[in-house]
């Protein structure tokens, strides 16, 4: 069994070298008594009366019994000190066992103890570096919340400020709305000036469609007039052109023209000739892509830009 001593804060174990107890004592103090005991023990049985041979004195008898009864006492005297010695001796041990064992329990409990403070200790060190990060934290905290308030501080004077601004516009849209409503009651009076207009206009309308039906009539009856001149002058015209086209242009051969009688731009491999079916001469493709029906030929040929205008021009002129 261990066994444990208080130095100060700390618990100490002691060695085993150390430790003295009684029953440890024991041993040694019953051979001390009985190294006393026996010798007078031998005392006392050479102290004894012997059988005498001859006949004994009376002074000497006395004298042998009174010592021996004196040793017979100091020996039942020191059996009786040594049996209560033995027993007070006993339930010392017996004190001591139980002192011992009091103490080794409150050893342990000292140093159950001594744990407990030790793990309190650790554990007052960690709350106490719980606390302090808890305060850094929120330190941190605190800072960035009275940023935070500051910042919403702005936020609002800037939102009273776009508030103000609103209040202004509304109220201008006010004005302007009520404006309105006086445009509009205004526009309401002359949408019924209008209206009366409308019906004028109407009637006017109804007199110009009388009017136009006359009037087409009119234009009918000269439109069949004007039908029987054109066609008339369409034939004398188309006998004109037939004579001209027989007597007049002659058809360009491919070697004789080099250049675009238009735009005159060199002929080339992707520049090609083409004939004007109506002058006869020899144009590149931009300058003779349009068609159009002649007398001599049945469906629509290859002209050149300015008898293309120029035939235009006399179709319109004998429409009209």
Same mark, same amino acid.
């Given at each position: 069994?261990?066994?444990?001593?208080?130095n100060?804060?700390?618990?100490?174990e002691v060695?085993?070298?150390?430790?003295?107890t009684?029953?440890?004592?024991?041993?040694?103090?019953?051979?001390?008594?009985?190294?006393l005991?026996l010798?007078?023990?031998e005392?006392?049985d050479q102290?004894?009366p012997?059988?005498?041979r001859g006949?004994p004195?009376?002074?000497?008898?006395?004298e042998?019994?009174?010592?021996?009864?004196l040793?017979?006492?100091?020996?039942?005297f020191?059996?009786?000190f040594?049996q209560?010695?033995e027993s007070?001796?006993?339930?010392?041990?017996?004190a001591i066992t139980?002192?011992?064992g009091k103490?080794n329990?409150?050893?342990?409990s000292?140093?159950q103890?001594? #744990?407990? @403070?030790q793990?309190?200790? +650790?554990?007052? *060190?960690?709350?106490e570096?719980?606390?302090h =990060?808890l305060q850094? %934290?929120l330190?941190?905290?605190?800072s960035?919340?009275?940023r935070?308030?500051?910042q919403?501080?702005?936020?609002?004077?800037?939102?009273?400020k776009e508030?103000?601004s609103?209040?202004?516009?509304r109220?201008a849209?006010?004005?302007?709305?009520?404006?309105e409503r006086?445009?509009?009651?205004?526009?309401r009076?002359?949408?019924?000036?209008? #209206?009366? @207009?409308k019906?004028e206009l +109407?009637?006017? *309308?109804?007199?110009k469609?009388?009017?136009q =039906?006359?009037c087409? %009539?009119?234009e009918?009856a000269l439109q069949?007039?004007?039908?029987?001149?054109?066609?008339s002058?369409?034939k004398?015209?188309?006998i004109k052109?037939?004579?001209?086209a027989?007597k007049?242009?002659a058809w360009l051969k491919d070697?004789e023209?080099?250049?675009?009688?238009?735009c005159?731009k060199?002929f080339?491999?992707?520049?090609?000739?083409?004939?004007?079916?109506?002058?006869?001469?020899i144009f590149c493709?931009?300058?003779s892509?349009n068609?159009?029906?002649l007398?001599s030929?049945?469906k629509?040929?290859?002209v050149c830009?300015?008898?293309?205008?120029l035939?235009?021009?006399r179709?319109?002129?004998?429409?009209?």
């Amino acid at each position: 069994m261990k066994r444990w001593r208080r130095n100060k804060t700390h618990i100490v174990e002691v060695p085993v070298w150390k430790r003295e107890t009684h029953s440890s004592r024991r041993p040694h103090f019953l051979a001390c008594l009985a190294t006393l005991v026996l010798p007078l023990q031998e005392f006392l049985d050479q102290l004894t009366p012997q059988p005498l041979r001859g006949p004994p004195s009376s002074m000497a008898t006395s004298e042998g019994g009174s010592e021996l009864a004196l040793l017979r006492a100091c020996a039942a005297f020191s059996t009786s000190f040594f049996q209560n010695a033995e027993s007070s001796l006993q339930q010392k041990n017996e004190a001591i066992t139980s002192f011992e064992g009091k103490t080794n329990q409150v050893m342990s409990s000292m140093k159950q103890m001594e #744990e407990r @403070l030790q793990h309190s200790e +650790r554990a007052r *060190q960690g709350a106490e570096e719980r606390s302090h =990060k808890l305060q850094q %934290e929120l330190g941190g905290r605190i800072s960035a919340l009275q940023r935070q308030l500051s910042q919403l501080h702005e936020q609002c004077s800037s939102l009273e400020k776009e508030l103000k601004s609103e209040k202004e516009h509304r109220q201008a849209l006010q004005r302007e709305l009520q404006h309105e409503r006086d445009t509009s009651s205004l526009l309401r009076t002359e949408l019924q000036q209008v #209206e009366g @207009l409308k019906k004028e206009l +109407r009637e006017l *309308q109804d007199e110009k469609a009388e009017l136009q =039906k006359i009037c087409e %009539e009119q234009e009918q009856a000269l439109q069949e007039m004007g039908l029987h001149l054109s066609q008339s002058k369409l034939k004398m015209e188309d006998i004109k052109e037939v004579n001209q086209a027989l007597k007049g242009h002659a058809w360009l051969k491919d070697d004789e023209a080099t250049h675009c009688r238009q735009c005159e731009k060199e002929f080339s491999i992707s520049r090609r000739k083409h004939h004007c079916r109506n002058c006869g001469h020899i144009f590149c493709n931009t300058c003779s892509s349009n068609e159009l029906a002649l007398p001599s030929y049945p469906k629509p040929v290859r002209v050149c830009d300015g008898c293309h205008t120029l035939l235009l021009q006399r179709c319109s002129s004998t429409a009209s």
